[in-house]
């Protein structure tokens, strides 16, 4: 992603998952909002950004933060969101196994609590461990915790996918994670 482009995608992550009051859009119920007031509410941030640019993020941003509805009139971000909205996901079975990347210095927090969505609506999870070291390589050196979904679901505990594929839930108990020696 071009310089411009990561500039661009980290103000929509800010727009559209947590401030979107920043430039006075209104978001729905969903977390969509009008791609034409959008555009224009964004005129003094990214005096740049016009529809072609915007399309352009969505469909190359590496992470798929974004999508847009059928006819491309609304715009949302997938998932990680800190303001309340309800993404209509449906419950659904993930896989045996589950990775998330973190750093060293929350171990001793995620040993003792587990992983916990904090400001998020979920915890985040990705089925490749390559994935879960990009995560975790954003804040230092990545650590890697394999999750026990499975298990997990067979509890009972509920799991969602976003349509960027990343994988959701309320929290992960320490009991389901595997901790490298």
Request: glycine fraction near 6%; avoid cysteine.
């Given at each position: 992603m071009k310089t411009n482009y990561k500039h661009i995608s980290k103000f929509l992550s800010l727009i559209?998952?947590?401030?979107p009051d920043k430039i006075g859009l209104q978001l729905d119920e969903?977390?969509?909002a009008d791609v034409q007031e959008l555009l224009l509410k964004s005129k003094n941030s990214q005096p740049n950004l016009d529809i072609e640019l915007l399309k352009e993020i969505v469909e190359t941003?590496?992470?798929?933060?974004?999508?847009?509805?059928e006819d491309q009139t609304r715009?949302?971000?997938?998932?990680?969101?800190s303001i309340k909205i309800d993404l209509g996901y449906s419950p659904k079975q993930p896989p045996?196994?589950?990775?998330?990347?973190?750093?060293?210095?929350?171990?001793?927090?995620?040993?003792?609590?587990?992983?916990?969505?904090?400001?998020r609506h979920?915890?985040?999870?990705?089925?490749?461990?390559?994935?879960?070291t990009k995560v975790g390589?954003?804040?230092?050196?990545?650590?890697i915790l394999t999750i026990r979904s499975g298990t997990m679901h067979m509890k009972d505990i509920q799991f969602f996918?976003?349509?960027?594929?990343?994988?959701?839930?309320?929290?992960?108990?320490?009991?389901?994670?595997?901790?490298?020696?």
């Open positions: 559209l998952r947590h401030n969903n977390g969509w941003n590496d992470k798929k933060r974004f999508a847009f509805n715009i949302r971000a997938n998932q990680g969101h045996e196994f589950l990775y998330h990347g973190t750093i060293s210095k929350f171990m001793d927090a995620i040993k003792e609590n587990g992983l916990l969505k904090m400001s979920h915890v985040h999870l990705s089925e490749e461990r390559e994935t879960a390589s954003r804040r230092g050196k990545p650590i996918q976003s349509d960027n594929g990343v994988w959701l839930t309320d929290s992960v108990s320490p009991e389901y994670i595997e901790f490298k020696k």
